[in-house]
C-alpha cells in the first residue's frame, strides 16, 4: 500500500542560499502476481521505470509488458503513473489509463503483472542549499537536484568509487567533473574513457599501456595518465564483457601491467556513469556482480528533466550565458519549454538554445517547432513536408540557420535508418571513421536502441 500522507518529503524553508534540512522517504515497487512475483525495487528517486527493456528500474520478464511500459514518479501530491504508451496498456481497478494519481492500496496491472507500491514511514534527512544551487556546472532550483548535490558533495569529500546513473543528456559528466573538482584530487588530470569507443583490440594499450617498456612514455595507459586524479569511465554497462575482468584486477591491485614484468602502481579514483539498469545486467550475466560492486561503492541518479521543469528558466539561463548568447527567452518561451518532456534531457535543451541563438538575428522564433521529433508516418506512406517545404519563403539567412542547426541530427538519424542501425554500414555509407560516427551520434543525443525503438524494431 502507499503510505496515505500525499506528501513525500518535508522541507524546513530558509532563505536563500543557507541550508536546509530535508527529508527524504524510500517508496517500493513489488510484483505481487505475475510472472515476476515477489521482485521488487526500493529506491529514493523520484522516478522509476517498470518494463522488459533492460535499462528499466523493474524490469519485468512478462511478454505482455512493452519494453518501456509506465513510468512512475513521486511528487508533492503522490504517486503519477503514466503510460509510456505501451501495446497492451495500463490498468487501475479494471480501467484503463494514461495517467492516474495513485491512492493508498491501489494495484496497478501491466499485462499478466500486478504491482503494488509502499511508501517507508521511515525517513532519511538531507542537508541541502536553500533556494537556486550549483555544484560544479550544474545548476538548479529544484528539491531533487538540491538533494543530488548534497549527495555529490559529500560523496566528493570521500575518495571513493562512484556509478553516476541516469537517462542520456542528463549532465553525468558534469557531474563526475565537479565531483573531481570538489574533491582532494582537484589538482590532479581528469580522464574520461568512453567505453561506447573501447574495443578489445586496442583495450591493453588504450586503458592499461601494456606496450610500455624500457621507459618508453609513449606507451602509457589512461590509468597511468590519470595518475593522481580522476577516471570518467562513461557509459561504463558498454564495456566488452572480455574486457570487464581485467578492469576489476587493475581496480583491486591498484596496478597495471608493462611489458618488463614490473607492475606500475596507480592512484586513481574510478567514476562510472551508465543509462542501463547495471543491476539487471548483473543478473543477466552481462556485467560482472564483482565488478558492478567495486565501481558502485557509492551511486547517484541524475533525475531527467522532465520530472523536474522548474530547473528549466535557471537551466536556460546558465546555458545561454555559456553560449554567450544576447537571446531573450520570454515567458510565453520558458512556458514552452516547460510543456515539453525533454526526451534528450539537458543536452535537447542546449542544442534548442543553440538554435535560438543562432537564428535571434531574424526575430523568428519558429526554431521551437523542432523541439519535438516529427510524427512517424505508416509504412509505405510519404511525409507531409521535406526540409525545402520547411524553409521556402523563410529569409535566406534564416533559411540557412535552421538547415545548419538541425542536419547533423536529422541526417544521423536517417543514415542509422536506412543503414538497418548497423554500425559498419553507416561508417561505409558516411565516409566516417567508427569513431568519428560514434562521437557525432553522441552529441546529437542520438542512441541506437532509442532510434530502434521509434521504428517498432526493439520492442
Same mark, same amino acid.
Given at each position: 500500500?502507499?503510505?496515505?500522507?500525499?506528501?513525500?518529503?518535508?522541507?524546513?524553508?530558509?532563505?536563500?542560499?543557507?541550508?536546509?534540512? !530535508?527529508?527524504?522517504?524510500?517508496?517500493?515497487?513489488?510484483?505481487? #502476481?505475475?510472472?515476476?512475483?515477489?521482485?521488487?525495487?526500493?529506491?529514493?528517486?523520484?522516478?522509476?521505470?517498470?518494463?522488459?527493456?533492460?535499462?528499466?528500474?523493474?524490469?519485468?520478464?512478462?511478454?505482455?509488458?512493452?519494453?518501456?511500459?509506465?513510468?512512475?514518479?513521486?511528487?508533492?501530491?503522490? !504517486?503519477?503513473?503514466?503510460?509510456?504508451?505501451?501495446?497492451?496498456?495500463? $490498468?487501475?481497478?479494471?480501467?484503463?489509463?494514461?495517467?492516474?494519481?495513485?491512492? +493508498?492500496?491501489?494495484?496497478?496491472?501491466?499485462?499478466?503483472?500486478?504491482?503494488?507500491?509502499?511508501?517507508?514511514?521511515?525517513?532519511?534527512?538531507?542537508?541541502?542549499?536553500?533556494?537556486?544551487?550549483?555544484?560544479?556546472?550544474?545548476? #538548479?532550483?529544484?528539491?531533487?537536484?538540491?538533494?543530488?548535490?548534497?549527495?555529490?558533495?559529500?560523496?566528493?569529500?570521500?575518495?571513493?568509487?562512484?556509478?553516476?546513473?541516469?537517462?542520456?543528456?542528463?549532465?553525468?559528466?558534469?557531474?563526475?567533473?565537479?565531483?573531481?573538482?570538489?574533491?582532494?584530487? %582537484?589538482?590532479?588530470?581528469?580522464?574520461?574513457?568512453?567505453?561506447?569507443? !573501447?574495443?578489445?583490440?586496442?583495450?591493453?594499450?588504450?586503458? $592499461?599501456?601494456?606496450?610500455?617498456?624500457?621507459?618508453?612514455?609513449?606507451?602509457?595507459?589512461?590509468?597511468?595518465?590519470? =595518475?593522481?586524479?580522476?577516471?570518467?569511465?562513461?557509459?561504463?554497462?558498454?564495456? &566488452?564483457?572480455?574486457?570487464? &575482468?581485467?578492469?576489476?584486477?587493475?581496480?583491486?591491485?591498484?596496478?597495471? +601491467?608493462?611489458?618488463?614484468?614490473?607492475?606500475?602502481?596507480?592512484?586513481?579514483?574510478?567514476?562510472?556513469?551508465?543509462? %542501463?539498469?547495471? *543491476?539487471?545486467?548483473?543478473?543477466?550475466?552481462?556485467?560482472?556482480?564483482?565488478?558492478?560492486?567495486?565501481? #558502485?561503492?557509492?551511486?547517484?541518479?541524475?533525475?531527467?528533466?522532465?520530472?523536474? %521543469?522548474?530547473? !528549466?528558466?535557471?537551466?536556460?539561463?546558465?546555458?545561454?550565458?555559456?553560449?554567450?548568447?544576447?537571446?531573450?527567452?520570454?515567458?510565453?518561451?520558458?512556458?514552452?519549454?516547460?510543456?515539453?518532456?525533454?526526451?534528450?534531457?539537458?543536452?535537447?535543451? %542546449?542544442?534548442?538554445?543553440?538554435?535560438?541563438?543562432?537564428? =535571434?538575428?531574424?526575430?523568428?522564433?519558429?526554431?521551437?517547432?523542432?523541439?519535438?521529433?516529427?510524427?512517424?508516418?505508416?509504412?509505405?506512406? =510519404? &511525409?507531409?513536408?521535406?526540409?525545402?517545404?520547411?524553409?521556402?519563403?523563410?529569409?535566406?539567412?534564416?533559411?540557412?540557420?535552421?538547415?545548419? #542547426?538541425?542536419?547533423?541530427?536529422?541526417? $544521423?538519424? *536517417?543514415?542509422?535508418?536506412?543503414?538497418? $542501425?548497423?554500425?559498419?554500414?553507416?561508417?561505409?555509407?558516411?565516409?566516417?571513421?567508427?569513431?568519428?560516427?560514434?562521437?557525432?551520434?553522441?552529441?546529437?543525443?542520438?542512441?541506437?536502441?532509442?532510434?530502434?525503438?521509434?521504428?517498432?524494431?526493439?520492442?
Amino acid at each position: 500500500m502507499i503510505d496515505d500522507r500525499p506528501e513525500v518529503t518535508q522541507t524546513v524553508q530558509s532563505p536563500e542560499g543557507r541550508s536546509t534540512r !530535508i527529508q527524504v522517504r524510500d517508496w517500493t515497487v513489488e510484483v505481487v #502476481a505475475g510472472p515476476d512475483k515477489g521482485k521488487k525495487v526500493t529506491t529514493q528517486d523520484a522516478l522509476l521505470r517498470v518494463g522488459s527493456d533492460v535499462a528499466s528500474d523493474l524490469v519485468l520478464s512478462d511478454q505482455t509488458v512493452s519494453r518501456r511500459h509506465i513510468e512512475l514518479e513521486r511528487t508533492s501530491k503522490g !504517486i503519477v503513473l503514466r503510460d509510456l504508451g505501451s501495446r497492451n496498456g495500463t $490498468f487501475l481497478d479494471g480501467h484503463q489509463v494514461m495517467q492516474a494519481l495513485l491512492q +493508498p492500496g491501489d494495484k496497478v496491472t501491466l499485462g499478466k503483472t500486478k504491482l503494488a507500491l509502499k511508501q517507508e514511514a521511515r525517513a532519511t534527512e538531507v542537508e541541502v542549499m536553500g533556494g537556486a544551487d550549483a555544484f560544479g556546472h550544474l545548476v #538548479a532550483a529544484s528539491e531533487k537536484m538540491r538533494v543530488v548535490f548534497a549527495q555529490l558533495r559529500g560523496i566528493a569529500r570521500e575518495d571513493m568509487n562512484l556509478l553516476l546513473e541516469g537517462e542520456t543528456g542528463t549532465g553525468k559528466e558534469l557531474a563526475a567533473r565537479a565531483v573531481h573538482e570538489h574533491s582532494r584530487r %582537484r589538482h590532479g588530470p581528469f580522464k574520461v574513457v568512453d567505453c561506447n569507443l !573501447i574495443t578489445e583490440e586496442k583495450a591493453e594499450r588504450e586503458l $592499461f599501456g601494456g606496450l610500455r617498456s624500457n621507459g618508453d612514455e609513449g606507451g602509457k595507459g589512461v590509468f597511468e595518465a590519470a =595518475q593522481g586524479g580522476t577516471l570518467f569511465l562513461d557509459e561504463v554497462g558498454e564495456l &566488452p564483457l572480455s574486457l570487464q &575482468p581485467k578492469l576489476l584486477r587493475v581496480l583491486e591491485s591498484r596496478e597495471v +601491467p608493462s611489458l618488463d614484468g614490473a607492475p606500475v602502481q596507480v592512484d586513481v579514483r574510478v567514476i562510472a556513469s551508465t543509462h %542501463r539498469n547495471l *543491476e539487471e545486467d548483473v543478473r543477466q550475466g552481462r556485467f560482472r556482480a564483482d565488478l558492478y560492486y567495486r565501481l #558502485a561503492v557509492a551511486r547517484v541518479r541524475l533525475p531527467p528533466l522532465r520530472t523536474r %521543469r522548474e530547473d !528549466i528558466p535557471v537551466l536556460a539561463q546558465s546555458l545561454l550565458r555559456g553560449l554567450k548568447s544576447s537571446f531573450e527567452l520570454t515567458p510565453q518561451t520558458l512556458a514552452l519549454f516547460e510543456g515539453y518532456d525533454w526526451p534528450g534531457n539537458v543536452r535537447e535543451l %542546449r542544442n534548442v538554445l543553440e538554435r535560438g541563438a543562432l537564428m =535571434q538575428e531574424t526575430g523568428n522564433v519558429s526554431w521551437l517547432d523542432f523541439m519535438a521529433q516529427p510524427e512517424r508516418k505508416e509504412e509505405g506512406q =510519404q &511525409p507531409t513536408t521535406s526540409v525545402a517545404a520547411l524553409v521556402t519563403g523563410m529569409p535566406y539567412h534564416e533559411a540557412k540557420d535552421r538547415v545548419v #542547426a538541425d542536419f547533423e541530427r536529422l541526417y $544521423f538519424a *536517417e543514415v542509422m535508418r536506412v543503414s538497418n $542501425f548497423d554500425m559498419k554500414t553507416a561508417e561505409q555509407h558516411t565516409g566516417l571513421s567508427m569513431q568519428s560516427l560514434y562521437r557525432l551520434l553522441k552529441k546529437n543525443g542520438l542512441r541506437l536502441k532509442d532510434l530502434k525503438n521509434a521504428e517498432g524494431l526493439d520492442k
